[in-house]
């Protein structure tokens, strides 16, 4: 017997419609817009108004993903959702997101790995497909980032927006499928990218409050140098395992965090500007949102068709590091 094997059957994307541009931030904080340009290559992000959740974002990409596949979401059996700011802290956002789409008799939970979150996700809903437990299921990477930013922080607040991704995971019935993964964790590197309070060893008080702890706090140069090295490593790793080469590649999608990192990824793999997906200029940094939305632009821009070899790559906080192969099934 063949083995089963997975694909994207589907893909919906969702950000919320207020823009933060760079003249907007020039008012709030010391900052330019040349200085942001150059050193992130983001324009604009797009941020949530007040009461709007990470699981509002995840429904919208989900209703989307659900719309372009003409699928129910009474036939979806599981949903797995990644991101670092849940609607609270339980119960898990995935719950409020299946009550949201109807999605009757599913299962299904959160996962946490920050920017490689939208990877992780993706490869626990492929492994489920292939082993046979499921034929449809909803993988999701949605992030308000906006409510974990300082915005007197001109090191953090230029850098992320609030958005979403959603696709639909079947079996593949032909040569277009999810082909290989390689993801690593390095905890040694948790202190350089976290949110120090609001868990179990720091609870919410005053103090934690007023020392600004509920914040995303970054070492940005330690988190550069692990990226860059990182998700080159992790491309190069699948790549060769496969027996491939970065030539072979029609679409490199890494997640967007900062131009800068991924125009260095993709000069050590020798790749062309052509093969490389950008919009962070338009979205600023999403976190588990950032490789949905930058495949959807490479299909608006007619850069993603049926059979091209893509390959999936990101490094966050953890630090975590992910790359998925796979060829465009549609």
Known sequence: MNPVRAKISALGTYVPPRLLTNADLEKMVETTDQ???????IRQRHIVDKGVAASHLAAEAAKKAL?????????????????????????????????GIGAKGAWGYDISAACSGFLYALQTGVKFVESGAHKRVMVIGADVMSSIIDYTDRATCVIFGDGAGAVIIEPADEGNHVIDFVHEIDGSGACA????????????THETV????HYVHQDGGAVFKYAVRKMAEAAETVLA???????????L???????????????RLGLKEEQVIINID???????????????????????????LVLLAAVGAGFTTGAALLRWAY
């Open 253 to 267: 999608v890494p997640h967007q965090a900062n131009r800068r990192i991924i125009n260095s990824t993709a000069e």
């Open 67 to 99: 719309l372009e596949r003409g699928m129910p979401a009474q036939e979806v059996e599981a949903i797995f959702l990644a991101t670092v700011t849940p609607d609270m802290a339980f119960p898990s956002t995935a719950c409020l997101v299946q009550d």
């Open 35 to 41: 200085w942001i340009l150059e050193r992130t290559g």
């Open 210 to 213: 007023d020392k600004r702890m």
């Open 282 to 308: 338009e979205y600023g940094n999403t976190t588990a949102g950032t490789i949905p939305l930058a495949l959807n632009s490479a299909r608006q821009q007619g850069r993603l068709k049926k059979g091209d």
């Open 193 to 204: 990218l976290n949110m120090p309070a609001g868990g179990s060893l720091n609870p919410a």
């Open 241 to 251: 395992r496969n027996g491939l080469k970065a030539s072979d590649l029609a679409l």
